[in-house]
């Protein structure tokens, strides 16, 4: 059983700063991409940012320069330190890994936290 939890999510005013974390846990799990999606009230979902298992990141031309990905592999754990953050961000956030497990592929989501950031 593989599950990913999040944490870090809340309300915060505009211009202030949150970091989300994803903790994956489950024995042989073989974590690939990981990456962080949100979902506006009343919108679909979207990328936000993406990393790989070598460190290679990804960002929605939205939160460039306001956002930053990083992850520990030894702690299976990725992490997304919002700074600057604007009202269009209020969402709920959700964490996806991607990987091996067993022989073939997988991939998961977490539950999602919300982000509320208010004017």
């Known amino acids: 059983q593989v599950t990913l939890v999040e944490s870090g999510g809340g309300l915060v005013q505009a211009g202030g700063s949150l970091m989300l974390s994803c903790t994956t846990s489950?024995?042989?799990?073989?974590?690939?991409?990981m990456g962080w999606y949100r979902r506006a009230p009343g919108k679909q979902r979207e990328l936000v940012a993406t990393i790989t298992s070598g460190g290679s990141t990804n960002y929605a031309d939205s939160v460039k320069g306001r956002f930053t990905i990083s992850r520990d592999n030894a702690k299976n754990t990725m992490y997304l330190q919002m700074n600057s953050l604007k009202p269009d961000d209020t969402a709920v956030y959700y964490c996806?890994?991607?990987?091996?497990?067993?022989?073939?592929?997988?991939?998961?989501w977490g539950q999602g936290t919300q982000v509320t950031v208010s004017s």
């Open positions: 489950g024995r042989g799990f073989r974590i690939n991409e």
């Open positions: 996806n890994a991607d990987g091996y497990y067993g022989l073939g592929y997988a991939n998961y």
